[in-house]
């Protein structure tokens, strides 16, 4: 069975959400609730990111929730970045799709100005 543990931590102006495992049809459903309880919180400057650095594989029911996320962050005139590190059970998926270059793609930690 796919396993998947997501977390968030808040700081003074920015909220981090960390994911790590497989993104699947039978995990994304808690990312999705963890996502959009922390994209339902007021955002500070910082705004929201995904780490996803530590995901093993990143399937279409997971592209899904981080557009909708994308969308309803936009919405609310926030920005929700994804950090992929060096992972290519991410960025495989993203360039395939396209959503790299829709979503607010950082590299690595520390880069989250960059986009």
Do not use: K, Y
């Amino acid at each position: 069975m796919p396993s998947l543990q997501v977390r968030s931590v808040t700081a003074a102006d920015s909220c981090t959400v960390t994911v790590s495992g497989e993104v699947d049809s039978l995990t994304a459903p808690g990312l999705q609730e963890v996502l959009l309880d922390v994209l339902d919180r007021p955002q500070s400057s910082g705004g929201v990111v995904v780490d996803l650095s530590r995901v093993t594989f990143l399937g279409a029911v997971g592209l899904t929730v981080l557009a909708v996320g994308h969308h309803l962050a936009e919405n609310e005139g926030h920005v929700l970045r994804i950090r992929c590190g060096n992972s290519r059970a991410v960025i495989r998926p993203l360039q395939v799709t396209g959503l790299w270059d829709v979503l607010h793609v950082v590299e690595r930690e520390g880069a989250e100005n960059a986009c």
